[in-house]
């Protein structure tokens, strides 16, 4: 079976089989992202990650801590399929994570966002928050409510990474939060993906 060489690099990094996690793209980020989630939770020591979205990255994420013995991981998804396929990608790398099914609800007239009750489940710290849902279909900036919701329990050294970054809602996401928390500064692309180091 034809592996990427990134895959490759990302299964082997992760002491996993080569064939312990599906391709990357389309659904899911890419590898590149991937990689920049595991080189965060290396580097963190202490790491208290939150996803917003599910599938390969709470997987990826489950796997980096429990290699680092940090962690643990939540993850807030409104879809039950992808809260079904994370839960059964956790199981097979014999890693876990907090997958909380949260619908989505009107969060202001433009957007939907995970209904309120979820964030109460989240812990009071985050050291990593990466966003990667909901999808564009759930508003004009459906990724700007994690925000207000939840950039205040960033730690004083926290980090944000937002997948689809090079895309139109995502970039008007940045500005809103740029005019919110004027703090916080947009670091870097990834090579490829397209998330952003905030």
């Known amino acids: ?58 997987a990826v994420l489950a796997r980096a801590c429990q290699l680092a013995g940090t962690g643990p991981v939540w993850a807030i998804e409104s879809d039950d399929r992808a809260v079904a396929v994370t839960r059964g990608l956790l199981a097979r790398i014999g890693a876990t994570a ?25 812990p009071d710290r985050i050291d990593l928050l990466f966003l990667d849902g909901p999808g ?11 925000g207000p919701e939840l950039f205040p329990r960033l730690a004083p050294d926290g980090v944000v990474v937002l997948d689809d970054s090079r895309r139109v809602k995502e970039k008007k996401a940045m500005q809103l939060w740029a005019k919110d928390f004027p703090e916080w500064k947009k670091i870097k692309h990834t090579r490829g993906g397209g998330a952003a180091l905030l």
């Open 1 to 58: 079976m034809y592996q990427s060489k990134n895959k490759r690099d990302l299964t082997e990094r992760l002491g996993l089989a080569p064939d312990a996690l599906p391709g990357a793209g389309n659904w899911y980020p890419d590898e590149k992202v991937l990689e920049l989630l595991v080189d965060l939770v290396e580097m963190r020591g202490v790491c208290q990650a939150v996803v917003c979205g599910a599938g390969l990255s709470v």
């Open 98 to 122: 907090r997958v909380i099914k949260a619908e989505l609800t009107d969060y202001d007239k433009h957007n939907l966002w995970y209904a309120r009750w979820s964030v109460s489940e989240l």
């Open 136 to 146: 564009h279909f759930a508003g004009r900036s459906p990724r700007w409510p994690a």
